[in-house]
């Protein structure tokens, strides 16, 4: 797996640093300054290094310096971030040798791509080194020594050589003073240009400590931030609590209401059965008034036909006589003829008598029905009656 070592002050940059390189399937070694990135390449070598490049004390540049300057550092890729990225910043990366600069905040997956295009480079094989061309040497020439005679003019070519490397030397000197001269202009034009560069660079740490104070409270937001989002998540778990709560209360209003309408309905039953069984009772009353009627009638009959039974001993007592005279024995016939009324009113007395009863045992039947409909009733109030109690005591305690 390969190694990143990323150095910035800001916690959260480190913490979004890490996440995107993490998921890219790269191990990350975090640095909270420039001393903790300096002394970790003191011992590791890791396979990128990323570093910001304002740090309070040692600052990007010079960690990118100190890997170039480390023979088993060199080629390590640097890649430098920064909030602010101009010209200076450009110039400075490419004066300590970094091999790029990224913008932050970082945008999508910018830094996980530049990383991976870094590691993707140095697992590249660099090309072989051409071999150089042996340069052949220069023959030498060989001069034959010149005769007696001639050794004058070669003294005089001798000395106009040597006149004309003076000549040369003097030309090239003039060539080099007018270059010094060029150079030095253009160091003094450089100087004006480095101080008028020192105060842009005063003023850009000035802004850069600006900026640097607002990161900082930017951070702080961000702590904050994250602590309101947990606030809000858990007040989010509450109202969503409160809603399954009201909810399952509305439900439970809802079958409050529902028992209301059927224990109103059970009620009107109820007195309806009320109603009935009052009529029941009544209807039994006057059954208990028919019978105790029906007795009286009985005992009516039971006199009359004791009578009758006289009547008929006193008639075959008179027929045994036979002194009678015609008047009795009309009036014995009115007493036949009235007995026999007695009796025809006797028999349809005895089929009312027997009807009323049959009426009793009926209403008496409908009575004990209507008695255990009523108990059911009861029971069953009374049951609604609990449940309304236990829907009650719920309400109250939450």
Do not use: W
């Not at 101009?86 to 791509?113: H, I």
Request: proline share 3%; with cysteine; hydrophobic share 40%.
């Amino acid at each position: 797996m390969p190694k990143i070592l990323l150095a910035d002050d800001s916690i959260a940059v480190r913490k979004v640093a890490e996440r995107l390189l993490t998921e890219a399937g790269l191990g990350v070694t975090l640095a909270a300054n420039g001393e903790e990135a300096l002394a970790y390449l003191a011992k590791e070598r890791p396979d990128v290094v990323v570093s910001d490049v304002i740090m309070p004390d040692k600052s990007g540049y010079e960690v990118c310096a100190f890997v170039r300057g480390n023979p088993t550092l060199a080629a390590t890729p640097v890649l430098l971030i920064s909030g602010i990225v101009n010209d200076e910043v450009t110039k400075q990366a490419e004066s300590c040798r970094a091999n790029g600069v990224l913008k932050k905040p970082f945008q999508g997956t910018s830094l996980k791509d530049r990383v991976l295009e870094l590691i993707a480079k140095r697992q590249e094989p660099s090309p072989a080194a051409a071999p150089r061309p042996a340069t052949s040497p220069t023959p030498a020439t060989v001069e034959k020594a010149s005769p007696m005679a001639d050794q004058q003019q070669a003294r005089a070519g001798q000395d106009s050589v040597k006149l004309k490397e003076v000549e040369d030397q003097l030309r090239a000197e003039r060539a080099r003073s007018e270059d010094l001269g060029k150079r030095l202009a253009e160091a003094a034009e450089q100087l004006t240009h480095a101080k008028g560069a020192e105060t842009q660079l005063v003023a850009e740490r000035q802004r850069i400590s600006d900026l640097e104070a607002k990161l900082t409270h930017s951070e702080h937001q961000a702590v904050r931030i994250s602590e309101l989002e947990t606030a809000l998540k858990a007040e989010q778990s509450a109202v969503d609590a409160l809603k399954q709560e009201v909810e399952h209360s509305q439900k439970i209003s809802g079958r409050v209401v529902e028992l209301e309408s059927a224990l109103t309905a059970e009620r009107a039953a109820a007195e309806e059965l009320v109603e009935q069984l009052s009529d029941l009772e009544q209807v039994s009353i006057r059954a208990r008034d028919v019978e105790a009627r029906l007795a009286s009638a009985e005992q009516q009959g039971a006199e009359l036909y004791q009578k009758i039974q006289d009547l008929e001993v006193e008639l075959l007592t008179e027929r045994r006589k036979g002194a009678e005279t015609m008047g009795q024995l009309q009036e014995l016939e009115r007493v036949a003829t009235r007995v026999q009324e007695m009796e025809g009113l006797l028999t349809a007395e005895r089929d009312r008598n027997g009807m009323l009863a049959r009426r009793v045992v009926e209403a008496e039947e409908a009575a004990e029905n209507a008695t255990k409909r009523l108990e059911e009733m009861a029971r069953k109030l009374g049951e609604i009656a609990g449940l309304a109690s236990q829907l009650g005591n719920g309400r109250g305690q939450s």
